[in-house]
C-alpha cells in the first residue's frame, strides 16, 4: 500500500509568515500544506490568525505552489469583541459568570452560545465561505470549544437555552 505522508506548516503569526515569498519558501522545505486559523473581522489584534480577506491571499498562494489549505475556525470562541457589544448571544455556565474555562482550565473567557438559532446560522454561512477557499483539504470546526471543560460548565443557561 503506498502512502503520501502530509505535511503542515502552521502559519500561526501573521507578521512573520504573511506573504507570498513564505508560503513558497513553505513548499521548498517539504511541506504539503498550511494551516490557518482563521480569526472573526473584527478582531483587530495582531497575532495568532489572520482575517478572512488575509485567509484567502494565503489560500491562493497555497493554491499557486501546490500546497494544500487546513483551516481552524472558531465558533464558540474567539468572539470576545463580538459579545462586549451583544452579551444576549453569551454561553451562560451554571455560576452565572456568563463565561467558561478555557482548554488550559485557567483563563475564563466569554464565548459564544452555540445553540442560538442566529449563532448557528452565522457560522454555517462562515464554513460556507470557507469551502470555496482554493487548495482547501481541512476544516476544524469549533477549534479547542466544547462544554464541560470545568466542573459545573455542563451546559449553557442563556435566555434562549433555557426558554
Ligand atoms: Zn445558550
Not at 45 to 72: D, H, S
Not at 84 to 112: F, M, Q, Y
Request: one cysteine or more; glycine letters at 10%.
Amino acid at each position: 500500500m503506498k502512502r503520501t505522508i502530509r505535511r503542515t506548516a502552521m502559519l500561526h503569526f501573521e507578521r512573520a509568515s504573511f506573504s507570498r515569498d513564505y508560503v513558497k519558501w513553505v513548499g521548498e522545505e517539504g511541506f504539503t500544506d498550511i494551516g490557518l486559523g482563521l480569526k472573526p473581522d473584527d478582531d483587530k489584534m495582531t497575532g495568532q490568525g489572520y482575517v478572512w480577506e488575509k485567509v484567502c491571499r494565503l489560500a491562493e498562494w497555497a493554491g499557486e505552489f501546490e500546497l494544500g489549505v487546513i483551516v481552524f475556525t472558531g465558533y464558540m470562541k474567539y468572539r470576545e469583541t463580538f459579545l462586549r457589544t451583544h452579551p444576549e448571544r453569551s454561553l451562560v455556565c451554571v455560576g452565572g459568570s456568563g463565561t467558561a474555562l478555557d482548554s488550559d482550565n485557567i483563563v475564563r473567557t466569554r464565548w459564544l452560545c452555540p445553540f442560538q438559532p442566529e449563532n448557528k446560522a452565522e457560522y454555517v454561512d462562515l464554513i460556507h465561505k470557507v469551502i470555496r477557499l482554493p487548495a482547501l483539504r481541512e476544516i476544524h470546526l469549533n477549534d479547542e470549544a466544547e462544554i464541560g471543560f470545568s466542573n459545573g460548565d455542563v451546559g449553557c443557561y442563556c435566555e434562549h437555552c433555557v426558554a
